[in-house]
């Protein structure tokens, strides 16, 4: 009980357990950037206790002046609810947010902002300026400052220490130091990869986008579902159970029809599971091919369940020709998760700019950069095939060769 009186006692007013949970995940998200040489600030998005969206600062990675934890942690989580509107959702970040992250929060109707410690020189929340609560605007945040502010405070000491003395000893270029994983990269960027690697859907599978769209494919005729936050929460939270391979197709398919309500079925859920996928794009056969024929090594990664992976490996001869396929499902791990990237890059042998990615969602692109990978997104809607071709080409893994 002592312990349990201490720990409540280290907990500032308005902050719940789960806030000084979800803050922990922030503050190990911003030793990983530490370690690849960005500012340590994590954020993670959270409601219900279910996380939404988390990201590290990556404005070095993604050469992005926006590329703060919070706004890429944001646009992950609306990516996710398939929403721009955060209603109901709580952001946990290790430092006050800047005045272009408030104004951010506020716009996406976040409901509570918590952070560890003050920025006396930019903070937006308290320290400088007030936005999250300023009456004038259309719409207000909680604000909960000081959870494990000790903690969030030394691991911003302990980076910029240890960054001076790295510029002492290295010297400085202009406003950036390139150190650890950004050093190599740079240096490895220069030569052509050793291995290009795809998603699966939207990127060399076409598949539906959704849940409309796989009625249809499914022809089963249009009715309603339930929506809103919730609801979305819901569905995504067994999608990602489902991918990492802890629910079974059956389970997966009547939990998912409760979420849609009580109009829908199991069988109807699975009518659509089934159609989802709808064949390869138009020239990524052409594009593996060609850069197997060069001597580049091919392989996939992708988010996704024993039932789909399946039926790509038996009915779409280029991703059964890939040399090397890594899915969610068999590593129990998902994507952007930090650990799947790892695996990848154990499994492989490769790392950093060894590997070219290609990914339809920006959290999964932005996710490798930070640990060096040449990532880029594509467009489902695009031609996919081109688009990847000409950083193939780019990269020296392929010559510029045209297909009449």
Not at 47 to 60: P, Q, S
Not at 245 to 265: I, K, Q, R
Not at 295 to 324: F, K
Request: with cysteine.
């Amino acid at each position: 009980m002592s312990a349990l009186r201490w720990l409540r006692k280290r907990l500032p007013l308005g902050a719940t357990w789960t806030d000084a949970r979800m803050m922990r995940r922030a503050l190990r998200l911003a030793r990983s950037a530490a370690a690849s040489g960005e500012v340590p600030v994590g954020a993670v998005v959270y409601k219900d206790g279910v996380v939404l969206g988390e990201a590290a600062n990556d404005r070095e990675a993604s050469a992005d002046p926006t590329g703060h934890a919070e706004v890429v942690a944001i646009r992950r989580a609306g990516e996710r609810l398939g929403s721009w509107r955060l209603d109901g959702c709580t952001i946990a970040v290790t430092l006050e947010p800047c005045a272009m992250c408030a104004g951010a929060l506020v716009n996406s109707r976040m409901a509570r902002v918590v952070y560890g410690a003050d920025d006396p020189k930019a903070g937006a929340c308290r320290s400088l300026f007030a936005i999250p609560e300023d009456r004038r605007l259309n719409h207000r945040l909680k604000v909960v400052r000081h959870v494990l502010r000790v903690e969030c405070a030394a691991t911003l000491r302990s980076f910029f220490r240890r960054r001076r003395a790295e510029r002492s000893a290295l010297g400085t270029q202009g406003d950036r130091v390139i150190v650890g994983t950004q050093r190599r990269s740079v240096a490895t960027l220069t030569s052509p990869p050793r291995i290009v690697c795809f998603d699966l859907g939207g990127v060399l599978v076409r598949i539906c986008r959704d849940w409309s769209q796989g009625m249809a494919a499914a022809g089963l005729k249009p009715k309603r579902f339930a929506s809103g936050a919730s609801a979305d929460a819901a569905r995504l939270t067994l999608l990602e159970q489902y991918q990492r391979g802890a629910l079974t197709v059956s389970d997966f398919c009547s939990s998912f029809a409760v979420t849609l309500g009580s109009n829908w079925s199991g069988a109807d859920v699975l009518c659509v599971h089934r159609a989802w996928i709808m064949g390869e794009y138009p020239g990524v056969d052409r594009l593996v091919d060609d850069l197997q024929r060069s001597g580049v090594r091919t392989a996939c990664l992708s988010n996704t369940n024993d039932e789909h992976w399946r039926y790509m490996e038996r009915s779409l001869p280029t991703v059964a020709g890939l040399h090397l396929r890594l899915a969610s499902h068999q590593l129990r791990l998902h994507k952007p998760d930090r650990g799947i990237y790892e695996a990848f890059e154990s499994i492989s042998g490769c790392q950093s700019g060894e590997i070219l990615f290609f990914d339809d969602l920006e959290a999964n692109v932005a996710a490798a950069r930070s640990l060096g990978w040449d990532a880029h997104r594509v467009d489902p809607q695009s031609d996919t095939a081109a688009f990847m071709r000409a950083h193939a080409v780019r990269r020296r893994a392929l010559a510029e060769v045209r297909h009449g």
